[in-house]
């Protein structure tokens, strides 16, 4: 096997079993329980996990996707999760090569993934993994840059939804939204930024439709136009200067 599989490999296996934590910030956070205390107990008959039963996609494969106690179902969220975490870290890892900030990079990513499933199933957006998803996103060699941006989209976004709000005289854009633009602009930087505003806006147009009375979230739409224009950056800008200049 060569150092480039091997690496693969070991990327896949931290990008799983950080997806496992991501499922306990998944459902703790929004449910304001301690993320470290209890331990994982199985929701149905509360007994405490044993560590086998907590191996990443593994565990639930093995118990046929039930508690390893009461037998009672344990959804496929959990190692979906942990599978999607895993690809988005090799996806990455195959982006940017081995360089020194990759799991920042990464862990980024990660926080966004936990703040979609969050706003899928509880329509918030805790803003502790916001910010950490923020943070995250601000290290790497081009700090300064990457701070400015943040800045700028987030001054931005603030003044685009006071001025909407007046406008149409309720809410439009709340301060989860404008952590969410500066995390996109210090992981992009411009013009990528407002590709992928662009980008979340036609994702989230279908589902907006067919929704009807339904609240459409619209982080998780936010978060899937970073990851692709992320990966696709150099293409996409390409495509837009076509589009403009010809």
């Known amino acids: 096997m060569d150092q480039f599989s091997l690496i693969t490999i070991f990327v ?20 304001k329980i301690d993320i470290s205390n209890p331990p994982s107990t199985c929701p149905k008959c509360n007994n405490r996990l044993k560590w086998y ?23 496929a969220i ?15 890892y195959f982006k940017l090569g081995l360089v020194w900030y990759l799991p920042f990079v990464a862990l980024s990513f990660s926080m966004l993934l936990a703040l979609t499933m969050i706003d899928f ?13 923020l943070i995250f996103a601000l290290i ?11 800045i700028y989209s987030g001054v931005g976004f603030y003044l ?22 500066a995390t996109m602009a210090a992981l992009l930087g411009y013009p990528a930024f407002f590709i992928a505003m662009f980008l979340s806006a036609i994702l989230a147009m279908l589902p907006s439709i067919f929704a009807k009375d339904t609240m459409v979230p619209f ?9 692709i224009t992320y990966l696709n950056k150099e293409f996409l800008i390409n495509l837009l200067e076509v589009l403009m200049y010809g």
């Open 12 to 31: 896949a296996l931290f990008g799983i079993s950080f997806g496992s934590f991501l499922n306990v910030l998944i459902y703790r956070v929004p449910n």
């Open 53 to 75: 039963h907590n191996i990443p996609i593994l565990s639930w494969l093995i118990l046929g996707g039930k508690c390893g106690f009461c037998k009672s179902k344990i959804s």
């Open 78 to 92: 959990y190692p979906t999760i942990e599978l999607i975490n895993g690809l988005i870290w090799v996806s990455l």
């Open 121 to 133: 199933k509880y329509y918030a957006v805790p803003d502790s993994i916001n910010i950490a998803a």
């Open 140 to 150: 790497a060699p081009s700090f300064t840059d990457n701070l400015l941006n943040a």
């Open 160 to 181: 685009l939804g006071f001025t909407v709000s007046k406008l149409a005289k309720k809410d439009a854009l709340g301060e989860a939204d404008i952590i969410v633009a």
């Open 219 to 227: 982080v998780p739409f936010l978060a899937l136009a970073t990851y």
